[in-house]
């Protein structure tokens, strides 16, 4: 950016700044203020997700906006992990709006990723799945998507591994994040893929599904987290023997430190569990993450996590507003179970990811809503940057935050 691009910029940001601060001194009621925070985001998402769109549309097929390098915007295949965000955020857009172009746009986009459903060389086929079809059943009861779903959990459960009673993640070497003589890497990430079981065992009546999405949460319960209830990124488990082999990280700081989004992942999974089986104890421990996040000494302010709470360069370490994204979405859904005290908190991580610090000037940014996301920085790969996921756990959040408050 050159100097004269810079200044404005920074003009436009702190005039940007001002005016969110005037519209909260505004609010003459909380209530109020919160559905307007709503409705603005609204009002943004659809002329920002509306370029976006045009550019897609433009292409003449699917491309499937993921982040940006370089002010370019980064497209990606149908297997990639990230896949099913951006259809998934039509879902949430039709949700918020009502209107039929972005259910429309829903069933193209999501449809268009449908091959998804035979991948098997990586666990995050149920984030791909559950995001795309499992949102656009919700909204049209469309039945042949059921059948994409129990195809996504077939796919996955060629991943389970019994005696150990886990999902595999990784492949033993997956490349990017190197050989560390895994034999069964196990992220927490993959308290994220549970819900695709969950489903197919509603649709299907098979319980080995559901079985095994329980073995996994308590494996996973038993051995991904610490005394303080911060979790480890990798457990890798002895396939054949049973037991664990090592606790490390991938994406963190360091094997012993708290990855934010692991953090959040973990939060958001077990909200899940709960809800899926009503078994207290996954409800506890949510809650006992909930406290390791919001004690924690590094969490700032604005609730915005650092991308690892234990960067030493911490308050100088890049924020990750995905984190903040998840957690926010996670405890809209766990203030539904009796824990009406965990709005407060989401509604106070909305507004922060609303303010200017946090959302993009309209036509910028590639196009997504929020800036200041973090991909892995051990990699050197997508720091502080938008992201898919960071969006769409943001308009899931602002669709519960609504919901809540009809
Ligand atoms: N599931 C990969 C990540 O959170 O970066």
């Excluded at 436009?12 to 603005?40: G, P, R």
């Excluded at 929020?370 to 990699?379: K, Y």
Aim: charged residues 25%; glycine residues 6%.
């Amino acid at each position: 950016m050159d100097k004269l691009k810079l200044l404005n910029y920074m003009k436009t940001k702190q005039i940007m700044i001002a005016l969110f601060a005037i519209s909260l001194m505004a609010c003459k009621n909380i209530t109020s203020c919160e559905t307007d925070l709503v409705a603005d985001n609204v009002t943004f998402a659809t002329q920002q997700i509306g370029h976006q769109v045009k550019l897609i549309e433009k292409a003449g097929q699917f491309i499937n906006p993921r982040t940006i390098k370089d002010d370019k915007i980064q497209y990606i295949p149908f297997d990639d992990w990230t896949s099913g965000f951006f259809p998934g955020s039509m879902w949430y857009m039709y949700k918020l709006t009502g209107d039929e172009k972005w259910k429309n746009l829903g069933i193209k986009y999501t449809e268009s990723i449908d091959s998804a459903k035979y991948v098997t060389s990586h666990h995050d086929v149920g984030f791909i799945v559950m995001c795309s079809f499992g949102n656009a059943l919700k909204a049209t009861k469309n039945e042949a998507y059921k059948e994409v779903i129990v195809q996504a959990a077939k796919s996955l459960a060629t991943r389970y591994r019994p005696t150990p009673g886990v999902i595999q993640s990784w492949d033993e070497d997956k490349g990017w994040q190197g050989t560390r003589g895994w034999m069964c890497p196990v992220i927490i990430d993959n308290m994220m893929n549970l819900e695709l079981f969950f489903e197919t065992t509603k649709f299907t009546g098979d319980s080995s599904f559901y079985k095994m999405a329980v073995s996994h949460a308590d494996v996973t319960m038993a051995n991904h987290f610490r005394k303080d209830n911060s979790c480890y990124h990798v457990v890798d488990y002895d396939k054949i023997k049973g037991g664990v082999r090592s606790k490390q990280t991938a994406q963190g700081f360091a094997d012993e430190s708290a990855w934010a989004r692991g953090q959040a992942w973990a939060l958001y999974g077990y909200t899940v569990c709960y809800r899926e089986t009503k078994d207290k104890k996954y409800l506890d421990f949510a809650e006992k993450i909930y406290n390791f996040i919001f004690t924690n000494k590094n969490m700032p302010d604005d609730l915005i996590p650092y991308w690892d709470f234990n960067d030493p360069n911490i308050p100088n370490a890049p924020r990750d507003a995905s984190t903040a994204a998840i957690i926010a979405s996670a405890l809209y859904e766990l203030s539904t179970f009796d824990k009406p005290e965990y709005k407060e908190t989401a509604d106070k991580i909305i507004t922060s990811l609303s303010s200017p610090s946090y959302r993009a000037i309209l036509g910028t940014n590639g196009n997504f809503l929020l800036m200041h996301s973090v991909g892995s920085i051990p990699h050197g790969h997508e720091i502080d940057v938008p992201l898919n996921y960071a969006d769409y756990y943001f308009l899931e959040a602002l669709t519960r935050k609504k919901g809540l408050e009809k």
